[in-house]
């Protein structure tokens, strides 16, 4: 069965900072893995998806995630934080009948 | 862009009465799906619908829930008795039904049970 584990339920960095958001998939079959961002009292928006080929994957909003099979990961980075990213971000991964599964998700806080 | 809309934003009814949350997935999409998300709490899957049958629920999906696709372009989730446990947000989401492919979410239902 798929699963994934977000590492940091909350991650506070400064303005201007590394912003490292870390994601692990289980998987019993090439995965789909995405990350979404959820702003206060709205929906998931997608801002990154992986599927097959190159594994450095850019974003919206200046993300990027890679995916590394070795380590079954699919880290999420910014290299400069901004005060509009405050949010929550949550890890997705796609299973083989179509079922997207979720991390449970980590708020962002950005420090001016 | 093509969005898919939820209906209403915000919906308030008491226990055991019966709620109708209403979804507009985008039009070319084929597959169709219910999420919750308890107040801060993680996303959770309860159900997918396909060639207008259930391709697969979770164990929360029992038979107080109920989903159909009345008409060529709504989606909707009908729970039979709300609980006080059923508040949540309640998220409709589609799919393009190519594999990989991400799924497109509206902005929620927030359901308050009282």
């Known amino acids: 069965a798929q699963s994934v584990t977000q590492l940091g339920s909350h991650v506070s960095v400064s303005e201007g900072a590394l912003v490292l958001l870390r994601c692990n998939y289980s998987?019993?079959?090439?995965?789909?893995l995405f990350w979404y961002v959820q702003y206060p009292n709205q929906g998931l928006q997608l801002l990154l998806k992986?599927?097959?080929?190159?594994?450095l994957v850019k974003g919206i909003n200046g993300f990027e995630a890679e995916f590394k099979k070795s380590e079954t990961s699919f880290h999420l980075t910014k290299p400069s934080a901004h005060m509009s990213d405050a949010a929550e971000y949550f890890c997705?991964?796609?299973?083989?009948?179509?079922?997207?599964?979720f991390g449970t998700g980590t708020r962002l806080k950005v420090l001016a | 862009e093509p969005e898919v809309t939820q209906t209403p934003s915000h919906q308030v009814t008491q226990m055991g009465q019966e709620v109708i949350l209403r979804c507009v997935p985008i039009?070319?999409?084929?597959?169709f799906y219910w999420y919750r998300q308890i107040l801060g709490q993680k996303v959770e899957f309860l159900v997918s619908?396909?060639?207008?049958?259930?391709?697969?629920k979770s164990e929360i999906f029992d038979d107080q829930f109920s989903v159909e696709r009345p008409d060529g372009s709504n989606f909707t989730l009908k729970i039979r008795s709300t609980k006080l446990e059923d508040s949540a947000m309640y998220f409709c989401?589609?799919?393009?039904?190519?594999?990989?492919?991400?799924?497109?979410f509206g902005n929620g239902t927030r359901l308050t049970v009282t």
């Open positions: 039009s070319n999409h084929l597959y």
């Open positions: 992986y599927t097959t080929g190159a594994t």
């Open positions: 997705a991964v796609g299973t083989g009948t179509y079922k997207y599964i």
């Open positions: 989401a589609s799919g393009g039904g190519i594999f990989g492919s991400p799924l497109h």
């Open positions: 998987s019993s079959v090439p995965p789909y």
């Open positions: 619908f396909y060639n207008n049958e259930i391709s697969e």
